[in-house]
């Protein structure tokens, strides 16, 4: 319930005497004074309803904000896969399981920058060069791999090392990932 406002009332000293002139038909004039004190009471009813409506109203529309403000502040913290700053596998799923279009968008540049590396090597496969192009190939996944980003680096600094698993050619190559590769910017970093 809205409370009244407290008028401030004058002083008695200058307070003026409210005179009403006689009516000359007293039950008319008290069923006047009834009707108006009850439109009154109407009036007063309306207003305050007016007002409990306002007040829901605004109390809807700061809810609302409110809401809106926490889903944002929701979805800046969910502006990374780890947003307390540690890996945790399941805010990573999570993460990524509300961005599918993002995981989909991702797997097709890795499809694109592979097929081109894989249709090489099948070709060098059917022609019987693919010891004699192994150099320019171990060039070429090396460069993929840079250009795929930091994960795939590591991958390859990984199979650098691994003579048991890839030609000579290919160990030359990946090796240069050990100490040449080309700086991050910060910004793909906070990604």
Do not use: W
């Amino acid at each position: 319930m809205l409370a009244r406002p407290v008028l401030p009332r004058a002083p008695p000293s200058q307070r003026t005497a409210v005179t009403t002139a006689p009516s000359p038909q007293p039950r008319l004039a008290a069923e006047r004074s009834k009707n108006a004190a009850h439109h009154s009471l109407q009036g007063n009813r309306l207003s305050k309803h007016a007002a409990t409506v306002a007040c829901a109203a605004f109390l809807v529309g700061h809810s609302r904000t409110r809401r809106r403000r926490q889903r944002q502040n929701r979805t800046l913290r969910q502006a990374s896969p780890y947003p307390d700053g540690r890996y945790d596998p399941a805010a990573a799923a999570q993460y990524f399981e509300a961005r599918p279009t993002m995981v989909v968008a991702r797997a097709a540049e890795f499809a694109a920058e592979g097929a081109g590396f894989a249709a090489s090597l099948l070709m060098d496969s059917q022609t019987g060069n693919l010891e004699t192009n192994a150099p320019q190939r171990a060039r070429e996944l090396t460069s993929l791999l840079v250009r795929l980003g930091p994960t795939f680096i590591k991958i390859g600094q990984a199979l650098s090392i691994r003579a048991d698993l890839l030609p000579p050619a290919y160990l030359t190559a990946l090796t240069e990932l050990q100490d040449s590769v080309p700086p991050v910017p910060t910004s793909v970093a906070d990604e």
